[in-house]
């Protein structure tokens, strides 16, 4: 058996598992979303930063890479024990369908494709932050900090791969350019 997992967020540019594969692609009604708390990277439990999670969205695409384990059930094994440790906010795991290719007519180059997502309820998962106005969302993560960093870092990188790998995310440069301006006045305000 073959394990594939669909990165849509850090996993992207840091899997921190050993890949024997890696192909770029996308996933279709899915879109990605700042809506996940992290308490224990880029926040803390008294202040979350907020991370990428996908809502289901029918008619849209999110970009990615995809993920091959290949070795037998121990590696496998050993693949989804550290993921399920890393990405421990995400309460749900989907099975998708992968493609490479643009267009109404494509059809998957992968089924099956693992993805860790959340549940929209934070009365099933306490991670779960939910929408809200782009100023306050960019707000939280110009201020969030925790162990491994800063939030807007977080942004900045997932901002920076999508463009490096030819596949903008609108709503995220949008969401980096709102917090790049929140910087500019704190910034100011110390001044």
């Not at 990277?41 to 995809?66: N, S, V």
């Not at 110009?142 to 901002?159: Q, T």
């Not at 791969?161 to 709102?178: Q, R, W």
Request: glycine letters at 8%.
């Amino acid at each position: 058996m073959v394990l594939w997992v669909f990165a849509y967020g850090s996993l992207i540019w840091n899997p921190g598992f050993k890949a024997d594969e890696k192909i770029l692609g996308y996933i279709k009604d899915y879109r990605r979303v700042f809506d996940l708390a992290c308490t224990d990277h880029c926040g803390t439990p008294q202040f979350p930063a907020r991370t990428c999670t996908l809502e289901a969205q029918e008619g849209a695409i999110c970009w990615g890479r995809a993920y091959c384990v290949r070795g037998g059930p121990e590696k496998e094994k050993l693949a989804m024990e550290y993921l399920e440790r890393r990405e421990c906010e995400y309460d749900t795991k989907a099975s998708v369908d992968f493609y490479t290719e643009e267009g109404e007519s494509a059809t998957p180059f992968l089924t099956g494709v693992l993805v860790f997502t959340s549940t929209p309820n934070n009365a099933i998962n306490k991670y779960y932050l939910g929408p809200a106005p782009q100023e306050e969302m960019a707000r939280q993560i110009a201020k969030a900090v925790g162990p491994c960093g800063n939030n807007r870092d977080y942004l900045f990188k997932l901002e920076k791969t999508m463009a490096s790998i030819g596949h903008e995310d609108p709503g995220l440069i949008k969401l980096a350019n709102e917090v790049r301006r929140i910087l500019g006045h704190i910034h100011e305000d110390y001044y």
